[in-house]
Structures are given as C-alpha cells and as structure tokens.
T-cell receptor, first 117, second 115 residues
Framework: EAGVAQSPRYKIIEKRQSVAFWCNPI?????LYWYQQILGQGPKLLIQ????????DSQLPKDRFSAERLKGVDSTLKIQPAKLEDSAVYLC???????????????FGPGTRLTVL | AQSVSQHNHHVILSEAASLELGCNYS??????LFWYVQYPGQHLQLLLK??????LVKGIKGFEAEFIKSKFSFNLRKPSVQWSDTAEYFC?????????????FGTGTLLAVQP
C-alpha cells in the first residue's frame, strides 16, 4: 500500500516570498492533517480536514498560511509571505476517518523541509 | 493547557542495555496515548498506542509502554536495545470525546545505541 506522498522534499526561499506544499494521502483516507515541526520540537497540528471540510484550524496562522483540500483527496498548504520563523518541516498525515475523539491512527508522510533565509 | 513532557532529550546506550523513556502529559480529560518513532532518514511511524483496557501495551520491535493514569504517564520500555533502535522517539496524546483527532506531541527523545 502506498504511503502518504509529499512534495517537494526540500525548499529554500527568501523571507517575504511565497511557497506551496502538496500532499497526497493514503487512498481511501478521509482525514488529512498538516503539522509543523520546528527544529527541537515535536510536530504541532496546523489544520485537520475531514474530506474537504475543515475540522480544526485553531493553530493555523491565518494571516499568512492557507490550506485547501478541494476534492477531498490531495491538499496544498501555502505560506504567503514567509517569515524566518516559518523554517520547519511540514508534515502531512492521513487517517481513515470516521473515528473521532483521538481514536484514528495517523500515518505520516516524509515531510517538506522549508528553509527561509 | 494540554501538553506532553519528555524529560530525556538525548539518551545514549550500549547494545543490550535496557531502555525506559519517560512521558508525562497534562490534560484534564481522557486521552488516547501514542509513541511514534522516526528512524534516520525515514518518516514518523507508529510504535504503539493505548486506547483502553490493559494499561500495558505491546508494540512493534519488542517495545512496550505502560499507562499509569494516576501519574499521567506513558513510559516506553524495551528490555534489550539494538543498534537499529537508534532513532528519535515521540510521545503523543489525543484528547477523546471531540470531533478532532489532534495529536499533541512531546519534544522527542533522541536515542543513540552504540554497538
């Protein structure tokens, strides 16, 4: 079974530029997550989708970050404009869905390492 | 506020030594508990999970963890580590009862096993 796919794997940009990341979840997984992992910290949830609807975006910095999952399958996360503190690994995860309340096992992709200069 | 603490940031062991990594969480309600592992150059993968029932859970590769509710702890153990266990280990919790499946991670423990 194919895992969660992400691209690009690495991205270097200058501050104030924009960047976009792409994620394709495991086939049949209804729930998709984006996490931000800053060096030395654990991953932090940015946004959770159930199909193409947003379940939780409480920690997404909405003034510069946006995410969409138009057809309920793959998703893009955008940062515009980027700041130095956005340097991190951006992880996408997916789960089957249908099991709310923390009981749905999440499967992670390889991540995109973003460096903002 | 919900949080997860992993007290050991770096651990160095020799092969065959026993391992115990601490994890404590802070949350007023019921949680599901997870340990994830990230081997060098690989993505995060699930090691084991606890939802309910027997508080001693067994995962892959000989790992186990014990949930002690009174101590808000979910420590990871392995009786004899191997060089291939070198990795970063993350403890995570997910509050139950809501619509979100948010995972709240600790800061991770980097384990180096010397041959």
């Amino acid at each position: 079974e194919a895992g969660v796919a992400q691209s690009p794997r690495y991205k270097i940009i200058e501050k104030r530029q924009s960047v976009a990341f792409w994620c394709n979840p495991i086939s049949g997984h209804a729930t998709l997550y984006w996490y931000q992992q800053i060096l030395g910290q654990g991953p932090k949830l940015l946004i959770q989708f159930q199909n193409n609807g947003v379940v939780d975006d409480s920690q997404l910095p909405k003034d510069r970050f946006s995410a969409e999952r138009l057809k309920g399958v793959d998703s893009t996360l955008k940062i515009q404009p980027a700041k130095l503190e956005d340097s991190a690994v951006y992880l996408c995860a997916s789960s089957l869905g249908g099991l709310a309340g923390g009981s749905d096992t999440q499967y992670f992709g390889p991540g995109t390492r973003l460096t903002v200069l | 506020a919900q949080s997860v603490s992993q007290h050991n940031h770096h651990v160095i062991l020799s092969e065959a030594a026993s391992l115990e990594l601490g994890c404590n969480y802070s949350y007023g309600g019921t949680v599901n508990l997870f340990w994830y592992v990230q081997y060098p150059g690989q993505h995060l993968q699930l090691l084991l999970k606890y939802f309910s029932g027997d508080p001693l859970v067994k995962g892959i590769k000989g790992f186990e963890a014990e949930f002690i509710k009174s101590k808000f702890s979910f420590n990871l153990r392995k009786p004899s580590v191997q060089w291939s266990d070198t990795a970063e280990y993350f403890c995570a919790v997910s509050p139950t009862g809501g619509a979100t499946n948010k995972l709240i991670f600790g800061t991770g423990t980097l384990l180096a096993v010397q041959p």
